[in-house]
């Protein structure tokens, strides 16, 4: 069974720091794109970063100088390491994975648990 466990989430104040990690587990043959989401209470949910194969990342506009997206290929871990962190990050934090578990087939697309982060002002 192919899945993400995430960890790191918790209570930081405004301009405090958060690092979020999402490791693959189970029969994986690759892992192509990474992405984090998150979901604020009665919101939908919204992309906030990704991570290619090829290690090319994007941002969401509300996030981008304050974290960081990084992938460790040889853990099958994806990272998002947060800064300057603000009330309105508090949500839900989600990973999301396109797998590869049989060669030459289509991926399979994983979501972990999900991690609350709550930034407190």
């Known amino acids: 069974q192919v899945e993400l466990v995430e960890s790191g989430g918790g209570l930081v104040q405004a301009g405090g720091s958060l690092r979020l990690s999402c490791a693959a587990s189970?029969?994986?043959?690759?892992?192509?794109?990474l992405e984090w989401y998150r979901q604020a209470p009665g919101k939908q949910r919204d992309l906030v970063a990704f991570v290619t194969s090829d290690g090319s990342t994007n941002y969401a506009d509300s996030v981008k100088g304050r974290f960081t997206i990084s992938r460790d290929n040889a853990k099958n871990t994806v990272y998002l390491q947060m800064n300057n962190l603000k009330p309105e990050d508090t949500a839900v934090y989600y990973c999301?994975?396109?797998?590869?578990?049989?060669?030459?087939?289509?991926?399979?697309?994983?979501w972990g648990q999900g991690t609350l982060v709550t930034v407190s002002s």
């Open positions: 189970g029969s994986i043959f690759s892992i192509n794109a």
């Open positions: 999301n994975a396109l797998v590869e578990v049989v060669p030459g087939t289509e991926d399979l697309e994983l």
